[in-house]
């Protein structure tokens, strides 16, 4: 891997559910829109890798990570608190704080669903900085939007123009989908990689207004 393709490298890792779909689609969408590539860990059906090292194997290739702790809390009597967000941001840490020289200078974006909620839950995280998105696209656009300006030094418009340009990009594909013999629901279930692929698509060809 050059190091080229790290510092354009940006590690998800978020719930992957019904739910988050809309945040983990706008968080995607603005990451492709920066000129940047998303990396997660359901990129790829291959089945036959172990998950842990793909995980590992992608953190590692990182140099941004946005890291969604939002589940950080039960939201019914017998759920159970999926961990599996906050072991990937421990490992991603653990590069951070690595000799690498690669890796110790990786930025993070920290979600969180409602605010202090992390500090509730996650006292060690007490003086980072941490998000809140309260499950609004919306604030995961400018809030993402902002990280990767600064952080990525990203040039980025405003946010009202990336929302603006996101449902642009929604009606450009669906019209493309529906003409390679897709009815208008399917384009709403196709999967994150093949959505990822449009959006990389409607960018490199200048961000159309319709198809």
Not at 80 to 88: C, G, K, S, T, V
Not at 180 to 194: A, M, N
Request: proline content about 4%; hydrophobic content about 35%.
């Amino acid at each position: 891997m050059s190091d080229i393709d790290f510092e354009k490298n940006v590690f998800i890792n978020c719930p992957i559910d019904d739910d988050f779909a809309p945040l983990l689609e706008v968080i995607i969408f603005c990451i492709v829109y920066a000129g940047l590539k998303p990396r997660f860990s359901t990129e790829s059906l291959e089945s036959g890798e172990n998950r842990l090292d793909k995980i590992i194997g992608l953190i590692s290739s990182c140099a941004y990570s946005v890291h969604d702790l939002s589940r950080c809390k039960a939201e019914k009597e017998g759920e159970i608190f999926r961990m599996n967000m906050p072991f990937e941001f421990g490992i991603d840490m653990g590069f951070r704080r690595s000799s690498d020289k690669r890796t110790d200078g990786k930025k993070f974006i920290i979600f969180e669903k409602d605010q202090y909620d992390l500090k509730r839950a996650l006292s060690d995280l007490a003086g980072a900085d941490v998000e809140f998105h309260k499950d609004d696209p919306q604030l995961v656009i400018e809030k993402l939007r902002n990280f990767l300006s600064v952080e990525a030094g990203c040039e980025l418009p405003g946010k009202a123009k990336l929302e603006t340009d996101y449902y642009t990009f929604l009606g450009w594909m669906t019209e493309k989908k529906i003409s390679e013999g897709h009815t208008e629901t399917e384009t709403f279930d196709l999967p994150t990689q093949e959505r990822l692929s449009e959006m990389f698509k409607w960018v490199q060809s200048g961000c159309p207004p319709e198809f």
